[in-house]
């Protein structure tokens, strides 16, 4: 479905209408196998029916790698929609946190690389700044074993030089990266043309981790998430750090 997603706006930027709407809507066929009765994807039967008996946290046959639970929230595309089939916003975080409090979030398979980030879809983005904190902390050491699983062409990798920025791309082809609270004080991006972008960060104290408030181009910026195109011509994002939890983003 993502793949669907990715093409249709490829067919759309063509100008191949047709396919783009034929496209955007495969795009939208993760919510065949949304199993509302339970609350998440599972297995389904060319006749309609569901596998059974569902277990949401143990490794199925129709699932290459991972959980039911882990795989619901494969749906970078369509967030909103993932949202309402889940029951609204408040449900949703409580699946998000589900995730965490029963230790199903397995760093070292990259379906699972998105769902911290997603609390940026909830009345608690705060809980981003809390869990990708935890990530960057335990999942990373500079000894042997030290990035979780394999990384996969750098993925594993990539991940921590995001997050550690303070911004991770849920949805690549969107141009969207969502904001959590950077690890350094300083970091400058190199762009093209001579252009460079800094993230300079602000702290209460020396171990506040999250977002009180931002500013991009010494303007207010309350947005989840930063734009490829802004960044991409330069200037300041400036992220001040508390000790509380606060929700700093209105859009």
């Known amino acids: 479905a993502y793949d669907d997603y990715a093409l249709s706006l490829v067919a759309k930027a063509l100008h191949k209408e047709q396919y783009y709407r ?5 795009a939208r066929n993760y919510r065949h196998v949304f199993d509302t009765a339970v609350g998440f994807v599972n297995g389904r039967y060319s006749n309609g ?10 490794r199925m046959s129709y699932i290459t790698e991972g959980t039911p639970r882990q795989h619901t929230f494969y749906v970078p595309q369509d967030v909103p929609g993932l949202v309402k089939l889940m029951g609204g916003k408040r449900k949703f975080e409580a699946a998000l946190d589900s995730v965490f409090y029963k230790n199903e979030y397995w760093h070292g398979n990259e379906p699972d690389h998105q769902i911290p980030f ?10 981003t700044q809390l869990e990708v904190r935890k990530i960057l902390a335990g999942e990373y050491t500079t000894g ?14 990539a991940w921590y030089v995001m997050a550690a920025m303070g911004m991770y791309p849920l949805n690549p082809v969107s141009g969207e990266y969502l904001l959590c609270s950077p690890l350094f004080d300083e970091v400058t991006i190199q762009l093209e043309g001579n252009k460079t972008f800094r993230i300079v960060t602000h702290k209460e104290t020396g171990d506040s981790k999250y977002i009180s408030s931002l500013k991009l181009n010494n303007k207010p910026y309350s947005k989840k998430h930063l734009d490829y195109s802004s960044l991409a011509k330069g200037g300041t994002l400036e992220v001040y750090l508390t000790g509380k939890p606060v929700n700093a983003f209105t859009e």
């Open 144 to 157: 042997p074993g030290g990035l979780s699983g394999n990384d996969d062409a750098g993925q594993i990798s």
């Open 49 to 58: 029916s569901w596998y059974a008996p569902f277990t949401p946290d143990k």
């Open 22 to 26: 034929q496209l955007a809507a495969r």
């Open 118 to 127: 997603m609390y940026n879809y909830t009345d608690a983005p705060w809980k």
